[in-house]
């Protein structure tokens, strides 16, 4: 037996009840369990008819599901969207999930789940449709009921009024958008068409998003669906009802765009109106089957399209999706006018792990990507982030397809930044980063965003990251923050007891501490001998810093390790060194600024005598008479003079202060 044929044998063997593997319910109690895992929910599991959010159905059973999957055909199912090639018992094609060219995608109805070996997507039917189209569990749930004759667990009589409302409100919509797809193909739809003829919106996107027109009026739909009561057409948001007066069409002269929920069934409308007027857009209000905080236009298409691009683009509006729709690009959603909800953002995630946000190039764009970041900040958990990218000025997606074409798009979507860069790019661009009060103003409020997310991990690492962010814009450099930190914990007391204690290495902490004191004395500085690499790389980092941003603000190593994960004891360690006050924090900066100055004196000036003294040296081995001899012995004792007092002064240093 083939090596992947033993491997596909052990994967398909029945599994143990209590076996565990993630799966993909809304519900916490449905996470972490194999198709055949025993499933107890910790709450009442409630099934959807709308929109996920029905109430009132019993606890959906372990047996119930176990007998919903053993009705399913797992293959049948998988092939109404990806063609399956029979193989032996199982059946096998190119995953979904992932690009490849050779099948690695295996589905095994005996044992009721399919396989990857190429990605190790996994799954039983209810995953194959939360994983593969966006749904919810319990929707999930629902629609394979529906497929195989059995029934939901009965709800109670309130719950029944509302599913049987909730059928008749979908009627209504299907009906209307049934009227609206009508007009748009009659004359007097023209202008409509004309307009979309204009944007570029293909046919297939014409039928495939079911585009319509409202017409001129205020009675045309109320005329055109006869069957149904003026209540139900009001309930379902496309009458307008005012007290005492008789209701009214919603939608007039606009172009149509039906909304749908996860499961691909209409539940409102969205209106692009024509001409001059206001709104220019309009939604369906909330009803019984529309949530706009809940909805997310395209997501029926746009989750599967994602398994296969592996990204989920979030775009402003929904001509912004059908526009790239029309260019190839499917895997594209937009919020209902809103910024995204904390719902929103959770059905993202299931799809990937970092959706993009997409925005217009103007400012209002910036705005909105600005309020969706901040609110999403409160979301954030360790691995489900979000990218952010800012069109060109003044564009919209339209706009770069339309002039650029779907590669340029894709190009600038590659671009997108990280959302931590995007956060600290807009909250920068409001400051006057000449002013140092705007400068502190700024990271304070970095600092305070970091900390709206929920989770402290998050919190923690955002925080970490502006701060470094800020210093590569205004402090060290990380280049040069990472060489003086990788110097100072190679050259401290734990590691190099022996280096520690030399001045030079104080020197060097001090220099960091103080900038501005490398840069007034940097001849000296660069005038210690220095033969420890280590402590020579710790120097030509700070003469980089200061060469090239001499208004460095003190105390870089308080910066460097802010932006480190260097565990507590190591930074004491790095810290300490009680002899000089430059190396305190509470010394009052200008006495310790006078303290550092005049120890980088003492080290450049003794190391300066020592190396007249070895001149001296050298002279008094070749001199040829008496009186030569004594020349020179006289100078070197001047220069042993000079440098024993600095070595008296380097013991008790503090007196080169005067």
Known sequence: MCRESTIRTAIFKPRRSGHRLRCLGENSAYRNMGPNASITPTRNLNASTGTGRGRGFAILSSQFL???????????????????????????????????????????????????????AHGDAIRWLTDGRGMLFLDAVKELADQVGMELPKPDPKEVERQQRAATLHDVLEAATHYFEKNLATATGAAARDYLDKRGVSAASLTDFRLG??????????????????????DAGLLV?????????????????????????????????????????????????????????????????????????????????????????????????????????????????????????????????????????????????????????????DDVIRNSGSERFNEIVEKSLPLANFLYESERNKIDSDRPEQRANLRKSLDELARTSADHFVADEFARSFKNLFYEEFGWKAKTRRAILKSAVRTSARVAPELSRLFIRSALYGLTRFPRVAAARIEDVLSIQISHPDLLRWREAIADAVFSRPDLADDGIQEILEGTLLPQVWRRDIRYDLRFGFALRNTPADLATKQLEALVHLLAHEQSLSEELQVQNELAARANDDDAYAAVEAERQRLREARASLLDQSVNWDSALG
């Open 213 to 234: 027109y409202a017409s001129e009026g205020y009675s045309n739909l109320k005329t055109a669906l006869p069957r149904f009561e003026q209540a139900q057409l009001v």
């Open 66 to 120: 176990d007998e919903l999957r053993a009705r399913v055909t797992l293959s049948s199912l998988i092939s109404r969207t990806i063609p399956l090639k029979k193989a032996g018992n199982e059946f096998k094609a190119c995953c979904p999930f992932h690009q490849e060219k050779t099948p690695s995608f295996w589905v095994n109805d005996q044992k009721g789940f399919y396989h990857c070996f190429g990605c190790s």
């Open 241 to 397: 009802l005012i007290e005492d007066k008789e209701p009214y069409d919603r939608f007039r002269n606009r172009i149509m765009v039906p909304i749908k929920d996860g499961r691909g069934r209409i539940v409102a409308f969205g209106g692009r109106i024509l001409g001059e007027g206001e709104p220019k857009y309009l939604n369906s209000p909330d009803t019984a089957l529309f949530d706009k905080g809940r909805i997310l236009f395209n997501l029926d298409r746009a989750a599967p399209a994602s398994r296969q691009t592996g990204r989920i683009i979030v775009v402003e509006g929904y001509f912004d999706v059908i526009a790239l729709d029309s260019a190839g690009i499917r895997e594209a959603v937009a919020p209902m006018g809103t910024a995204l909800t904390e719902s929103q953002l959770e059905q993202l995630w299931r799809l990937v792990d970092e959706p993009v946000l997409c925005f217009d190039g103007d400012s209002a764009g910036q705005r909105a990507a600005e309020r969706a970041c901040h609110r999403a900040m409160q979301s954030l958990r360790p691995g489900k982030q979000l990218r952010v990218v800012l069109l060109p000025s003044g564009q919209d997606p």
